[in-house]
Each structure stands twice: as structure tokens, then as C-alpha cells.
């Protein structure tokens, strides 16, 4: 027993000694007034169309705060937690170590802490994180010469900037801004006491890893505010019973990672993944904050919807673009970033299906043809170069007789369209979709006018915008500008390359008949929109893509739903069922000022029967129609 004890105190002894020869023989060896000028790096972020912050790109989040911006009750909640007597020791508490030793001595287990605020500084700016008799010792001697070389307010405000609070947050700002979404000196005592509870253990008490633990070791923190003459027994109990309330990600969730991502690459690509991370550039976007939230929100239900009965594997787009700029409003790359990175609003090629359609009947309105002109749906047999005969089917596995294009861009008919191509010729309508900016695929085939051509979502919504846009294919772009920490402007879009593809009354003409299939979707559907609206659905054979693309005057929209591995939904699920109903949605949230398209003031109304193109009177007669001529 004896010579146990003789054990423990030479160690005592040893590690007294060994932490003044540290002081002595160290005393000369670092230089630590520079700490005193310590600031973070800046962290480089995303912004919205509004100038607030999407996200930040960074290996670590600080935002550096001088001592006299931090609030007093942040102040006194980490000296309740760490170091009662930080203003008043020298940088070490010997009761403290030697209670530490004692009891690591007595387990056999590693070091227990018991640090001041000043070895905490010591240990976060030069040690490493390994628990040594070695690293203490050393931790004592750098916290003496802290004391030395520094005031106290320059010692904590270097603490205070670089506590860890997990996934890659330091500082006391930084998790302000993330926890809460306001800044340090914008917070309550609850708030305080959450921030402090973390420095003992990020890993343990941050909330955003344990809500529960995070909040009990708060209000072991408020208990000794309380105590030590902090706060009132009314501010105590009261802040006790406050909610965590942890504000949302910043970055908006798995969803809202595809736009950090694909920010990421494009500015990776000009300046460098140091240069992105470190320097503070500002990358300001087209994004709106309340278009993209709504975007989401509109997508995770119906997909999450499906999920249900046509597996977990299911996914898809989304791009919505305002029609005269081309900036980018909100894109959604698929249901999750931690299930698959891959960018389905920019990077999946799908055929296009039915939504290819409506510059078919564009190119026939350019060749002479009109709304109002009929061809017959019926069985047709089209003898190819190969020998083989093509023979289109429709959807609906049946034949309508005769209808006015009106009607077939309506219902989308099969036959109709596959007639019109071939009364168009194929270059009219090649050319025309070359000029929306489509390429992929524009083959010379019948088969052309049920979209067996492909494009990405961003690429259809390009070409469906000309209908939203008097006729102008506008290019759609994301970023607006970057500039870097002291706002020198480093890059600058240019304006949205634009032309002319359709004029002004053609393209009336054919928004007023994109517009009877919205027409005919408000009878079906309660809480319409507020706004005049055009849209076509599509889908592929056996469902392998669905797609609705849509627009108001304010914002057009192309959607994409399908299998990854491109297997087939089923020949029962369409457009209308899954992508369409995701649009509605997103639509519904939104407000929108802009309440009709633009008309050409040369045409006017007409009323026809949309089955035989004649002039019609009844307008309450199913199939009475209009266009404009």
C-alpha cells in the first residue's frame, strides 16, 4: 500500500516538475503575440437571387467575432461550464490536474480533463488530440506562457472562435448561424447555455448529433449560472424550459445538395478547391430561396408517394426557369444527395415522349397548317427504309376518328401527330427543335413525332419555354456573378444568349392551345392556380420517363419521373399521374403577379368544334373549343 501511494505522488512530483522544466526550458521558444492578430479563414458560399445564403463551401465553417462583440451571457455561460475562475488563475489549475492525475491513476484509464479555458486554447491551437502525460505537460507550459503573452479577453476570444461544434463548425458565429440562423449577439441565455454545453464534447452534446443529451447538459450549465449569481431563479427556470429549436440545415437538406454540388464543379473548374474553400468568394445565383423550398417540398411528396408502389429505385428532375431572363428559379437533381449524387435535373438524357409534340404542331403552324385542321386517327402502316413497317399505336389502345390538331395536341394523339410530321416533312421539324436547343437523337423517322429524341430536364424546359416567351428561346443560366472577400467582382454572367424562333403570332397560337389541356385539368382538380397556365405531359413506351412540362407567365417548369436503371413504371402509369401532379403542387405554393401570357393584338378568339374544325356557337358544348386566328 505504501509503496503505492509513494508511486502516485512521485508522479505527482514528476509531472510538477517536468511541467516547470517545460516553462524554463521552453520559455523562449514560441512567440505567441501573434495569436493576438488569429483569424479565421473565410468560408466562400452560395447565394440566392436575394443576396442570403444557401450554403457554404468549406472544409471548415468559421466566422471570426473580436471579444468585445461577444454577449456577456455567452461569456459567463463558458465560464460557468469550463473555468469559474478563468479571470482570475494564471492559466493552470494545479487542484485540478492533481485531481486528474489521481483519479486517471486510480481507473488505469486515460487522462480525465479538467482543463482551464487557457489549456483548452493551448490544446486547440498547437496540440494534438492524443491523452498523454507528455501533451498535458506540454499543454501546461503553453497555457502559462498564454497568460504571459496575451490578456485574458484576447484568450477567450480565441477560444470562443475556434471551439469545435461538430460537422465541421467552429467558432461560436458559425453555430449561431447554424443552429439558429441569427448571429452570436442575437442570442438568449438558452441559447448561450446550448453553445457551451458543447465544448466538452461536440461528438456527445451537439444538438444536431443528440437533442436530448445537448439539452440536459444545458441545463446543468443554466444550473450553474444560477448558482454562481449568473442568472435569476425566474431567468434559470424559464430558460430551462425554452425548446432547443435548432434551426434547419443552411443548406436546405438532401435535396438542396445538388445545388451546392453543382455550384461546386463549375467553380472548382475555374478557380481550384483551395481557392473555393478558402479565400470567402461570394457566388450569387438565380436561385429564389422560396421557389426552390417549394420545388422540393413538391417533389419529395409525390415521389416519396410512389415509392410506395413502384419501388424505392424510382426518381427523377426538375427545372423551373423564368421565361424572359432564363434564370434558373429552382432545380431539384433527385430525391436525395446521400442516396445517389447524380444530377437528374442536368445530367440525365431521357427520351422526351410527348412533351416533344408541341413543336411538331409548331412546325405544321409555320408550314400553313392550322389549329382547326382535321386528320383522321386511325390505323396507319408506315413502310420504313429497312423494309419494316412502322405502325404507331395510342395510348388510350384505341382509334377517335377525325379531330382537329387542337384536339390531338389535347389528348395527345398519337396518330395525329405522327401524320403531322410526315405533312410537315422531317427537316421543318429539326431545324425547329435544333433552334430550342435540342440535338440529341432528331432522327428522320415517324417515330420522331412520339419523342424519341432525348434531352435533360433543363434542355425540354429550354425548348418549352419558347411557348412562355413570345417565341424566344432564351438559355437558361444559374450564376449571376462572383466576387471575392472585399466584393471585387472576379466573374460576371453575360446576358442569357436569346433568338427568335417562332414569331409572335404563331407562338400566340400555340400557347392558346397548350393552354386546353390546363383548361380541362382545372375541371378535375380543386385549388387551381392563380394564373393563366400551359402545359404537356409525356411518357414513354411502357412509362420508362414521364414527363409534364408547364408554365405560367412568371416561370416555366420541366419535370422527369422514372427508374434510374430505366426500367419501365408500368403501361398504366403516365405523366398525368406523377409528374404532372408534382407541378401542381409546386405551382400551389407560389404566388404569382403576372396573371396572363402575351397575345398578339392582331388575333383574336374563335369558337370551333375541335372533333370537325367548323365555327361553333355553343360554348358549353363538350367539344367546343377555341383558337386564336
Given amino acids: 500500500m505504501f509503496k ?87 492559466g493552470i489549475s494545479f487542484r485540478g490536474i492533481l485531481r486528474s492525475v489521481w483519479v486517471n491513476l486510480k481507473s488505469g484509464r486515460r487522462l480525465q480533463g479538467a482543463s482551464t479555458i487557457t489549456q483548452q486554447v493551448a490544446r486547440l491551437l498547437f496540440l494534438n488530440s492524443e491523452k498523454t502525460f507528455l501533451r498535458k505537460f506540454r499543454e501546461i507550459f503553453l497555457s502559462v506562457q498564454l497568460e504571459k503573452q496575451l490578456t485574458k479577453q484576447q484568450i477567450f476570444e480565441l477560444y470562443a472562435n475556434n471551439i469545435y461544434f461538430g460537422r465541421g463548425i467552429y467558432g461560436v458565429e458559425a453555430a449561431c448561424k447554424r443552429f439558429w440562423n441569427k448571429s452570436v449577439n442575437q442570442i438568449d441565455i438558452a441559447q448561450a447555455a446550448t453553445l457551451a454545453s458543447v ?21 446543468l450549465i443554466l444550473q450553474s449560472m444560477n448558482s454562481l449569481g449568473m442568472i435569476s431563479q425566474k431567468e434559470f427556470e424559464s430558460s430551462c424550459n425554452e425548446p432547443l429549436a435548432i434551426h434547419g440545415s443552411m443548406i436546405g437538406g438532401p435535396m438542396r445538395l445538388y445545388v451546392q454540388e453543382w455550384v461546386r464543379i463549375w467553380a472548382e473548374n475555374k478557380w481550384g478547391k483551395d481557392f473555393l474553400e478558402n479565400k470567402g468568394i461570394k457566388i450569387y445565383t438565380t436561385l429564389n430561396r422560396q421557389t426552390q423550398e417549394a420545388a422540393e417540398k413538391s417533389f419529395a411528396e409525390i415521389i416519396q408517394q410512389w415509392r410506395g408502389s413502384l419501388g424505392n429505385n424510382l426518381n427523377g428532375g426538375l ?74 399505336r395510342n395510348w388510350t389502345h384505341r382509334f377517335d376518328g377525325a379531330m382537329t390538331l387542337l384536339k390531338a395536341l389535347t389528348i395527345s394523339d398519337n396518330i395525329v401527330a405522327v401524320k403531322t410530321l410526315l405533312e410537315v416533312g422531317y427537316n421543318p421539324v429539326i431545324e425547329l427543335a435544333k433552334s430550342c436547343g435540342l440535338n440529341k437523337q432528331l432522327l428522320p423517322y415517324p417515330s420522331l413525332a412520339l419523342g424519341i429524341c432525348e434531352s435533360t430536364v433543363l434542355e425540354n424546359v429550354a ?22 472577400a472585399r466584393g471585387k467582382v472576379l466573374w460576371q454572367s453575360s446576358d442569357a444568349p436569346k433568338h427568335r424562333v417562332l414569331d409572335s403570332k404563331i407562338n400566340s397560337k400555340m400557347m392558346h392551345a397548350l393552354s386546353w389541356r390546363m ?26 420517363t414521364n414527363w409534364f412540362v408547364g408554365a405560367t407567365p412568371e ?3 420541366a419535370i422527369y419521373v422514372g427508374r434510374d436503371d430505366a426500367v419501365g413504371m408500368g403501361k398504366d402509369v403516365f405523366g398525368s399521374q406523377t409528374s404532372f401532379p408534382i407541378w401542381l403542387n409546386f405551382y400551389r405554393r407560389l404566388q404569382f403577379k403576372e396573371k396572363s401570357f402575351y397575345v398578339d393584338p392582331d388575333l383574336h378568339e374563335v369558337a370551333i368544334n375541335w372533333t370537325t374544325g367548323q365555327n361553333a356557337s355553343d360554348m358549353q358544348d363538350p367539344d367546343t373549343a377555341t383558337i386564336l386566328e
Avoid at 364 to 388: C, H, W, Y
Avoid at 519 to 544: P, V
Fill in 463 to 484: 425548348a418549352f419555354n419558347i411557348f412562355a416567351n413570345n417565341g424566344v428561346y432564351v438559355e437558361p443560366y444559374f450564376i449571376e456573378s462572383v466576387k471575392d
Fill in 199 to 219: 465544448a466538452k464534447s461536440a461528438q456527445f452534446y451537439s444538438p444536431l448529433n443528440d437533442l436530448e443529451k445537448s439539452k440536459k447538459r444545458r441545463n
Fill in 519 to 544: 383548361r380541362r385539368a382545372k375541371t378535375l382538380y380543386g385549388n387551381w392556380i392563380d394564373a393563366e397556365s400551359i402545359g404537356k405531359t409525356g411518357s414513354t413506351n411502357d412509362s420508362t
Fill in 319 to 392: 427545372v423551373a426557369v423564368e421565361p424572359s431572363s432564363g434564370r434558373i428559379k429552382a432545380f431539384v437533381g433527385g430525391l436525395s444527395f446521400s442516396e445517389s449524387q447524380y444530377n437528374r435535373a442536368f445530367q440525365a438524357t431521357r427520351q422526351m415522349g410527348s412533351s416533344f409534340k408541341p413543336l411538331i404542331y409548331a412546325a405544321a403552324l409555320q408550314r400553313g397548317l392550322s389549329m382547326k385542321t382535321v386528320f383522321v386517327d386511325e390505323p396507319i402502316s408506315i413502310e420504313m427504309p429497312n423494309g419494316d413497317n412502322y405502325e404507331p
Fill in 4 to 90: 503505492r501511494k509513494l508511486l502516485i505522488f512521485s508522479i505527482i512530483f514528476l509531472f510538477i516538475f517536468s511541467g516547470a522544466a517545460f516553462y524554463i526550458l521552453e520559455e523562449e521558444w514560441v512567440d505567441f503575440s501573434v495569436l493576438s492578430q488569429l483569424k479565421s479563414h473565410n468560408s466562400s458560399m452560395i447565394l440566392d437571387d436575394e443576396g442570403k445564403v444557401l450554403a457554404y463551401f468549406e472544409n471548415e465553417r468559421r466566422e471570426y467575432v473580436p471579444f468585445n462583440k461577444l454577449p456577456k451571457i455567452l461569456v459567463n455561460a463558458f465560464i460557468a461550464a469550463e473555468d469559474h475562475s478563468f479571470f482570475d488563475h494564471n
Fill in 555 to 557: 416561370l416555366t417548369t
